[in-house]
């Protein structure tokens, strides 16, 4: 085991994770990531199955920061981005551009975990203060994980605060911390699969209504198989929330109906399909601070990605961490993002942040590697 004194647990391989430890090993730091899931990238993924591929969570990115914009620019390079241009797009805002990972969604966080320690499948259960001040984190099991000098959570508030209970309880970790105006919403998504082209020249159609937030020709993103008829539909969080607990086959019966009203028309037959219930889906601030995070956003370097851009000073942190006790908190809802299409910036900005101050945090204790 490596001194305790620049070990650096993060927990969560998303975006927000993969980038910080990204920053940190760059450092010559040591760092291991832990994540519940089979794969990386979180909320930024791709369901496969028969030969399909849907990006079920986060189907697309934009950019308002110029620093993220690179750092696309870079990903583009290493081809696991590219441009989207829908064909015959409705309802989105104007100027909006958009990008989509190559093959797929999960290739971005595959990109950003290429050389980190990772260990999948394992949900971290507990964090316990030792007495040389080092963290240890247990399993579900209450299986030693580790000792850790630092621990990044980049999980949602709800996960992240659960596995702070002990430490809210005692006064180690500060309550403010949780009591943030941040709201996670939820989203139903449904993947389908036909046997023919659904009856529309249209690869995105943005309804707002409901059920239907928005309705993705999968399969017209470069990069996919073109012979699948692939549509990826989303609900907004309102109804969601209301149908929380809907069946899942009833979720997808609902979603086929108001896409074939939608189009008037009838559809292919369907050959795949099946529900993604999202609880953390959006993080979006809650409406008094919604003119704050406007201004927040307003602060970053102007880049021609559609917004309006002004030179307000930003106020809200990026993320949270206390020197003190080397508990750190990151991801999307820490800073949340002004519009639905910028959560993978705002993870990946609240990432880098977070990477950057436990870095420099690990330095001033005089432990360079
Ligand atoms: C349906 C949907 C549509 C979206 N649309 C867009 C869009 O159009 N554009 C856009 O930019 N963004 C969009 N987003 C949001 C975007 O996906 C997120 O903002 C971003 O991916 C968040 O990254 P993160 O690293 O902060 O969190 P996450 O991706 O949630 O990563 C947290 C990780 O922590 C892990 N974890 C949690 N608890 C534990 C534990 N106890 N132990 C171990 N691991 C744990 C999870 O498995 C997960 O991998 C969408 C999301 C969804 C779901």
Not at 61 to 83: E, H, K, P, V
Not at 249 to 269: I, M
Not at 300 to 310: D, E, H, K, M, R
Request: net charge positive; charged share 25%; with cysteine.
């Amino acid at each position: 085991m490596k001194p305790q004194s620049t070990r650096l647990a993060i927990i969560g391989a998303g975006i927000a994770g993969l980038t910080a430890a990204r920053l940190y090993q760059a450092g010559g730091l040591d760092v291991q990531l832990f994540d519940k899931g089979q794969n990386v990238g979180g909320r930024c993924a791709t369901r496969r199955r028969d030969g399909l591929a849907f990006d079920h969570g986060a189907p697309f990115i934009a950019a308002s920061s110029n620093d993220f914009r690179w750092t696309m620019r870079r990903w583009m390079m290493g081809a696991a981005l590219q441009n989207w241009k829908p064909k015959a797009a409705t309802g989105f805002p104007a100027g909006l551009r958009l990008f989509t990972g190559t093959p797929d969604m999960n290739a971005i966080p595959q990109r950003l975990a290429t050389g980190l320690d990772i260990t999948r499948r394992v949900t971290v259960d507990r964090i316990e203060r030792q007495p040389d001040g080092a963290w240890r984190l247990f399993d579900t099991e209450s299986e030693t994980l580790g000792d850790f000098a630092a621990v990044l959570i980049t999980c949602p508030p709800d996960q992240a605060q659960r596995l702070l209970q002990s430490g809210l309880d005692t006064g180690l970790v500060p309550d403010h911390w949780f009591r943030r105006p941040v709201r996670m919403r939820a989203a139903w998504t449904v993947m389908v699969a036909f046997d023919g082209r659904v009856p529309t020249d249209s690869d995105a159609l943005v309804l707002d209504g409901e059920p239907l937030d928005y309705a993705l020709r999968n399969s017209s993103k470069p990069g996919r198989i073109r012979e699948q008829e692939t549509w990826v539909m989303h609900a907004a969080p309102d109804i969601t929330e209301q149908f929380l607990d809907h069946p899942k086959d009833a979720v997808v019966d609902d979603f086929l109906a108001a896409l074939a009203y939608h189009l008037d028309a009838p559809l292919p037959r369907v050959i795949f399909a099946q529900a993604h219930r999202w609880l953390y889906a959006h993080a979006r601030a809650e409406a008094e601070f919604e003119g704050e995070t406007k201004r927040n956003e307003a602060a970053l370097p102007a880049t021609g990605y559609g917004t309006g851009f002004g030179s307000a000073k930003a106020t809200i942190e990026y993320s949270l961490f206390d020197p003190e006790t080397g508990l750190g908190l990151a991801g999307d809802w820490i800073r949340p993002p002004a519009s639905p299409y910028l959560g993978v910036q705002s993870a990946w900005l609240s990432g880098r942040d977070a990477g950057k101050r436990i870095r420099h945090w690990c330095r001033r204790r005089g432990a360079k590697a």
